[in-house]
Nanobody, 116 residues
């Protein structure tokens, strides 16, 4: 099992920036893809960005050019740099890890609120 601990969420003004972090522990040697999803009130949980162990990235169209995902394999940590934040970015952000040959693990979620 992989455990995920998230940090960095909070309240920010429109146009501001936040950096989310997610540290993995447990069965870290089986980790393949790491990434972030988000869920706004009353909405489904949607992909934000993913990054493979070799640095290959994938982004939702709504965040391309504004968000950057990265990972530090020595620290077993994935990051999400969020810039030029908009009110529609307001959501609970969930860290996720895909384990080779198994199921995904999820963090507890961290609230990001963008206000004007």
């Amino acid at each position: 099992q992989v455990q995920l601990v998230e940090s960095g969420g909070g309240l920010v003004q429109v146009g501001g920036s936040l950096r989310l972090s997610c540290a993995a522990s447990g069965n870290i040697f089986s980790i393949d893809v790491m990434g972030w999803y988000r869920q706004a009130p009353g909405m489904q949980r949607d992909l934000v960005a993913t990054v493979s162990r070799f640095g290959i990235t994938n982004y939702a169209d709504s965040v391309k050019g504004r968000f950057t995902i990265s990972r530090d394999n020595t620290k077993h940590t994935v990051y999400l740099e969020m810039n030029s934040l908009k009110p529609e970015d307001t959501a609970v952000y969930y860290c996720t890890v895909t384990v080779v040959g198994g199921l995904a693990s999820w963090g507890q979620g961290t609230q990001v609120t963008v206000s004007s």
